[in-house]
């Protein structure tokens, strides 16, 4: 079970990675870079082809986010995001938040084995900061 500490921890980066954002504003991943909006806090969504989501500029991949991103939510399929966890260890992210339905066992498992703070219990980065659907 995911502890205060841990989600306390993961909302103390300076900004944060969306990793799977969508122009879709039906799909998790539109909704996750809302709710970071919708807090005042700095989010950068990662996109391999779009440019601008929620009016946001996007960056290709972990390893293009800015430094000061140290936390980062991932909002895809399961074998997408062990390669995402495999990226950010190399870039130095210290935080990850798999959304409901992105986490498997061989990501979990890569993030604790590199120190990675990992929330991936089954809780909604959208239930803990309390998205509004506007």
């Not at 079970?1 to 954002?21: H, K, L, N, W, Y």
């Not at 879709?24 to 970071?36: A, F, M, Q, S």
Request: net charge neutral.
């Amino acid at each position: 079970m995911v502890t205060r500490e841990q989600i306390d921890s993961f909302f103390a980066s300076p900004a944060f990675g969306v990793v799977g954002a969508s122009t879709d504003r039906n799909k998790y991943g539109n909704k996750v870079l809302r709710c970071y909006l919708q807090n005042g806090k700095r989010a950068i969504p990662v996109h391999p082809s779009e440019t601008i989501v929620e009016g946001v500029a996007t960056v290709p991949n972990v390893s293009a986010l800015p430094d000061e991103v140290k936390s980062i939510s991932v909002i895809t399929p399961p074998r997408i995001t062990e390669q995402i966890v495999i990226e950010a260890i190399s870039k130095g992210i210290t935080s990850i938040w798999m959304q409901p339905g992105a986490e498997s066992a061989a990501a979990i498992n890569s993030c604790q084995a590199a120190g990675i703070n990992v929330i991936a219990d089954g809780s909604c980065l959208l239930v803990v900061l309390g998205y509004r659907d506007h």
